[in-house]
Structures are given as C-alpha cells and as structure tokens.
C-alpha cells in the first residue's frame, strides 16, 4: 500500500473511533461540544470565543478585558489554546472549532503513535493498539469534555519521530550530532504548535528530549542486570533514595513552596478505573476515588489508570528473564525509551504515596521546589507520556517472546489485545452542552443597554486561589449577552485582581454577603454606589437560583432600589436591571 494511503486509511481508524466514543456528538457538530456542567469545559468554550472575537475586531487576543473589567488581565499564562481559537477564525464557530480541534488532535495522536511504534513492532495490529492507547488513555478520555488543552497532543509522536531523526548522541558528549537539519526544523515548528495548544504537552516535549539526552550524559547503558545483581549498586541506589528524601523533607520544614506534594499521584491511583469508564466503573473503585485517601477527593487530577491488561503485560514480560532480546532493545535508538518511561512514572508520584500514606520523597521531587517549573503543579498528568512509551517498549518485547508462534496465532493474540484494552478504556456518553442550554434571558440581555453583567455568585479564581466564587457556565453565557463581568476564572491571574475585587467597595459588599452574610461588613454609600454604576454601567445584576433564596437578594434590592432598578424572577433567576427612562 502507498505511504499516503495507509497514512490516510490509519488516520481515518483513529477518526472513526473518535466518533464512536463521543457518539451522538458526530450528529450535532455545530450546535454541540462535549462538556461537564459546572466545570471547566465552559473555560475553554470562553478561550476559543474570546479568541475568535478578539481577532476579527481587530484587538489583542491575549488580553481580555470580558473578565475582571475594567481592569482586564493578560491570557499569556492562561491555558488558552489559540490553535483552536485560529480554527474557529477559519470556520466561523466555536463549537465545530472545538469538536473538529478535538476531532484532528486524537486522530493524528493515534496515527503519530502507530507510526513512532512501528520502528520497533513489526506487527501491524499492535502497532494500531499502540496508537490506540496514546489517543484515548482513560487520563485523556476523561479530559476530553473538560480539559480541551490537556488532549492535544497530536505533536508528541511526531515530534518524538523528528526528534530520533535529527539527533544522534553519543556517551561523553554533551551536545548531540545532527543527523538531520530538516527533522531539527519538524522538531522547532512541531513545538511551536504545541506551545500554541497546552504548556503541560510543550514541557512534556521538553523533559523527553532532556531524558532521553540524559541516557547518554550519565551513561545510564553502561547499566545491566550484572550490576543490579551487585550489592554495591543497590547500596548507591539506597543512598540517592535516603540523601533525596531527608534533603526534601528539609526543604518542606524551611517552608520552600512545593505544589507538587500536593498534587501527586498515589500508587493505588494505578488500579483504579475513572468514573467516565463505561464498564470498569466499580462501586468500591468510586468509592476509593472519591475518599479521604486523595489529597482532593474526587478530582480528575487523581487518575492514573491505564487498563490492568497492558500494565499486566509489561510487568509479566520484564519477569520473563529467558525472553530473547527485543528489537527496541537491540537499536541504539530505542535503547534509551525505558529509562524515560521509568522517570516519568516517578514524575507521577514525586511524593511516594501508597494507599494515603507518603512513604518515600524521590528525586523527582526536586523539580516541584524550581521557579517556573514548579507551574506544572500536576504530577499525575505525565502519565499521558506513560501512555505513548509503555505499549512500545512493552509490545517490542512482546513480538521477542512470541517468536516460536505461527503468524495466525499472533494475528489472534493481538485482536485479542485490542478487544481487552477497548473494553478496558471505552468511556461513557458524553454530556453535550449547546446554546439552547443557555437561558433565554441571557440572550436577551445582549439587546439591552450596558457594559457589564453582575453575577451572584461572582468571585475571582485561579488555579491556586479562590476568592468568592464564579460558576464557570458564567464564561459560557457571556458569548451570547455579550456583557464584561467584573470577576473572571483563568489559569493564572496576577495578585492585584484578588486585591481589586476586594478594594472596590460595592463588590467587596456582595462578595461578603455572599460568602459570610452572617457577619455584614461595611455597606457602600450612596456616593459609592453611584460612582460604581456609572464606571461599570451594569446591563443587570443576576443572582443564580441556588442563591434565590440567600441574603444577598435583599441586600441587593436595598442597594439598587434609590437607583431605579427593578426586581424579576425570569427562569429560576433573580434579575435587577434599570427601569425604562
């Protein structure tokens, strides 16, 4: 078969099963994209929408001023995905930008993977289950209706491809020899696209690179299973264990910053299937997952699962001592994959977390106690790169212990392969959100006079702090009333924003009504109301239907009544807009 024509007909399998998965969405792809209410889903629906509008008014679209008016905040350390922002500039909707983004970023992902495993699985079947296991891991089908960013990894094989292509190392050199100056090239504009779709896969890029060359820095090949068997190896290995987990511990007790403790793995995390599993979701799974026994009970931060079949597996065939030597192994090139893939299952537990409890500080922790590196406060998402290195190294070794077997027979062992892991990561129907579900009056409220819109609940979050609250279908509801909102939720947001929402008198009010309307602070004057309704020049205020029956309504009327606003009850929500002059 031509190159491109298989290309196109492995594309077109990864496609197909993108649209079996997230069936019926392949029915609604312009009026429709895969959401969870109430979380961050509606986020990253704002980031292509913002994008979209900013570049065809002809505005910055890194700085927004729809959030946090008047002040605005710059969306440069924000997970902003831009590359889906641009295809919505091409198509003209958001929701087919999302879905065909989301559609292209899996199916390539499969398709990149399929062909990076090829160089060592020879067997075309597990090469297409390799492929499958990088695109739709339970980490990634769990994000797709909720972490648009975290699912783009279209790049990564590619860039892997590239990478092995232009570089050769070689032991006692630092710097590499470039093989080839075209695939340097592939490598620089392939994480120009990643760096425009998530910076979690872009570091991802990077700490590969810096592995897989470290392989070589520290002659990690001059190591086999002679030395292993020498007590004094284990001794060295002791000592690095020891020395990493007391100097750690040091740095805690100073009071360093570390976000990665927090936030990391947990080995039983390993065998627990995610609640988005469509036939592994066992009760005493969920109720592991949404106890005490993570730092954040049931967050989709604590998944680590990639099926019991492949991990079974890779852990059968590394006991297998007689098996004859993989073709991985045997290439100079591949050689090196097992040592990233061993420290990026440490960077998942940086703290060594068994069942709770933190047994062991490994080194790998030291990279949560770096400036700027300490911003991937997430260890558990590096199993995304456990899930692209395992099935190679495990189905090359695979292929070495099956050698005796007739073709049939290994044709049939990996359908059957298949059959398990597909069963093993088929996920539940996804919940599509669409702009019928956004409330009537939101849509009309873009036809009324005003710049902004005020919420109840509003609040100011990030991904570290939280002052008040901002349900996030907030940022959903703003594509259609078109009002700037005094409040916002972005990745990252600068301390002065915190400090404004509580120094802007008439806000600091609501906010402490809302969140503390026990203890009523300090009301706002009339000269201060006036002053705020003139800058802000709010459309309406809308309280949500949970707070309709909170003391926020009538502290709210009371403030509004001297200024002409007028009280309704319109879908379940309490509005205050002016009356008619």
């Not at 029915?27 to 959401?35: I, V």
């Not at 970023?105 to 060592?120: D, E, I, P, V």
């Not at 232009?166 to 504009?189: D, H």
Request: glycine share 6%.
């Amino acid at each position: 078969m031509p190159r491109i024509l298989r290309f196109i007909v492995v594309l077109l399998l990864y496609a197909g099963i993108f649209l079996v998965f997230t069936w019926p969405l392949a029915g609604n792809f312009s009026t429709a994209f895969p959401a969870v209410p109430g979380h961050d889903s509606y986020q990253f629906y704002w980031n292509v929408w913002h994008f979209r509008e900013a570049v065809t008014t002809g505005h910055n679209p890194f700085f927004t001023d729809w959030l946090f008016y008047p002040v605005g905040s710059g969306l440069i350390m924000h997970a902003y995905i831009p590359i889906i922002g641009l295809l919505a500039v091409l198509v003209g909707n958001e929701m087919l930008a999302i879905n065909l983004g989301l559609l292209a970023s899996y199916a390539l992902s499969g398709t990149g993977a399929y062909y990076l495993a090829r160089r060592w699985v020879k067997n075309p079947v597990l090469g297409l289950l390799a492929g499958f296991i990088f695109a739709y891991s339970p980490y990634k089908l769990q994000r797709l209706p909720e972490h648009f960013n975290l699912v783009l990894t279209a790049t990564v094989p590619f860039y892997v491809l590239a990478f092995l292509r232009a570089f050769e190392f070689q032991e006692g050199r630092f710097l590499p020899v470039v093989r080839s100056w075209a695939a340097v090239l592939a490598c620089g504009l392939l994480g120009i696209i990643t760096l425009f779709s998530d910076y979690y896969v872009l570091f991802g890029l990077i700490y590969f690179s810096l592995l897989y060359a470290s392989w070589y820095w520290l002659r990690i090949g001059r190591l086999n299973w002679r030395n292993w068997r020498n007590w004094r190896t284990w001794a060295v290995l002791a000592g690095i264990l020891l020395v990493s987990h007391i100097g750690i511990r040091l740095l805690r007790l100073a009071g360093v910053p570390d976000t990665g403790k927090w936030w990391g793995g947990d080995v039983v995390a390993f065998l627990l299937p995610p609640a988005t599993s469509r036939w592994l979701d066992f009760a005493w799974a969920e109720r592991l997952y949404n106890s005490s026994l993570f730092n954040m009970p049931g967050s989709i931060e604590n998944t680590l699962f990639i099926g019991y079949a492949l991990p079974l597996l890779a852990l059968g065939l590394w006991l297998w001592r007689r098996r004859p030597r993989s073709l991985r192994s045997q290439d100079a090139q591949g050689r090196p994959l097992i040592w990233v893939l061993v420290v990026f299952l440490l960077f998942t537990v940086p703290t060594l977390r068994v069942y709770g409890h933190e047994r062991l500080n490994l080194p790998t922790s030291l990279l949560h106690f770096i400036p700027f590196f300490n911003n991937i406060r997430c260890p558990t998402r590096w199993i995304m790169l456990v899930g692209l290195l395992l099935p190679i190294i495990s189905f090359s070794a695979l292929e070495a212990a099956w050698q005796g077997l007739k073709p049939a027979s290994r044709y049939l062992l990996s359908a059957g392969l298949f059959a398990v892991v597909a069963l093993e990561f088929w996920p539940k129907p996804y919940y599509q959100a669409t702009a019928a579900s956004v409330p009537a009056f939101y849509r009309q409220l873009a036809a009324r006079p005003g710049t902004t819109l005020v919420p109840i609940p509003l609040g100011v979050t990030d991904g570290n702090r939280q002052a008040g609250h901002l349900p996030t279908e907030q940022l959903f509801y703003q594509a259609f009333h078109r009002k700037k909102l005094p409040g916002g939720y972005l990745s990252r947001v600068k301390p002065e924003l915190f400090l404004a929402l509580r120094q802007q008198p008439v806000l600091r009010a609501l906010l402490q009504v809302q969140t503390h309307p026990d203890s009523l602070g300090t009301s706002p004057t009339p000269e201060q109301m006036r002053a705020f309704l003139q800058q802000y020049k709010p459309a309406a205020f809308v309280i949500d239907s949970s707070y309709q029956h909170h003391p926020v309504r009538p502290y709210l009327r009371q403030l509004l009544q001297p200024f002409g606003y007028t009280e309704q009850l319109v879908e379940q929500r309490v509005l205050f807009v002016p009356s008619p002059r």
